[in-house]
């Protein structure tokens, strides 16, 4: 059994490092994955330090509350946090609406302008199929094309979804 005790901001940092780091396949929480990502969580994670008056994180301890919330700014447009946030929230509730005896989704995230959301469910014995159809997608995004690609076991969708909808 596991009890966290957390602010409102806290809980919403929390889930935000946890639904990124499902849909771009790295643990952002254990500080594993893209340098881009990890650092504007601890950026973010700095602001909202400020805004509970409390020690920011220390790596930016030595910008004032202005500057943490200018550049915070800055990297959420430049990541563009908020729609791929929105998206993924959208894919969950895609998944959701498929198949619940499917046992693996491949999610494709198309992030141009329409950010459409399609969603490939898999049954338990369709395993290898599953990872050869993620594998292609994973080729177009090496390729150029601009989508989010993730193969997501249904358990993690539950959790995803139950966390995503206490929050968003």
Do not use: C
């Amino acid at each position: 059994m596991e009890l966290q005790l957390r602010t409102k901001l806290q809980h919403v940092w929390a889930t935000a490092v946890e639904t990124v780091g499902t849909f771009i396949n790295h643990s952002l929480k254990s500080s594993e994955g893209p340098t881009e990502w990890l650092s504007f969580f601890s950026l973010a994670g700095s602001a909202f330090a400020h805004l509970e008056n409390s020690p920011p994180v220390p790596s930016y301890e030595k910008l004032s509350w202005q500057e943490t919330f200018r550049a915070t700014s800055r990297e959420a447009s430049r990541l563009e946090i908020y729609t791929r946030l929105a998206s993924f929230s959208s894919a969950v509730n895609a998944i959701h609406a498929e198949s619940r005896s499917a046992a693996y989704y491949l999610v494709k995230l198309n992030l141009m302008e329409e950010m459409s959301v399609s969603v490939v469910p898999f049954s338990r014995d369709q395993f290898e199929e599953a990872n050869y159809a993620y594998s292609e997608a994973e080729k177009g995004v090496a390729d150029g094309e601009k989508m989010q690609v993730v193969l997501v076991a249904a358990g993690s969708v539950d959790s995803l979804r139950a966390r995503i909808q206490t929050t968003f």
